[in-house]
Nanobody
Framework: QVQLIESGGGLVHAGGSLTLSCSTAGLTFSRYTMGWFRQAPGKEREFLAYLGWIDGRTRYGEAVEGRFTISRDNAKNMVYLQMDKLNSEDTAVYYC?????????????????WGQGTQVTVSS
């Protein structure tokens, strides 16, 4: 059974930083592209970043490019999202996801597995 479990969410002041982690089990981690999404109340799920498993390509959503950084540790089966310069619009539930394609793109439908999410709240 595939499991993705996010951690590291919490309350942070505007301008601060936070690092999310996602541990995985039940899949060959090194052969999956890992991505991060978020969903705020009343809004659609938003693409944040992915890191391709074949060539290590990264792609970021416009709202977070330059502020967020995705990374992975294949030895630990973990993926991370470093978030800097946070603002109130970053408040959401954050999800990690796994896709078998190297470049799954920004569509949530391209990802086969999902975690349960972790709440990030940015206070202004």
């Amino acid at each position: 059974q595939v499991q993705l479990i996010e951690s590291g969410g919490g309350l942070v002041h505007a301008g601060g930083s936070l690092t999310l982690s996602c541990s995985t089990a039940g899949l060959t981690f090194s052969r999956y592209t890992m991505g991060w999404f978020r969903q705020a109340p009343g809004k659609e799920r938003e693409f944040l970043a992915y890191l391709g498993w074949i060539d290590g390509r990264t792609r970021y959503g416009e709202a977070v490019e330059g502020r967020f950084t995705i990374s992975r540790d294949n030895a630990k089966n973990m993926v991370y999202l470093q978030m800097d310069k946070l603002n109130s619009e970053d408040t959401a539930v954050y999800y990690c996801a796994a896709a078998s394609a190297n470049g799954p793109g920004r569509s949530a439908g391209s990802y086969e597995y999902w975690g349960q999410g972790t709440q990030v709240t940015v206070s202004s």
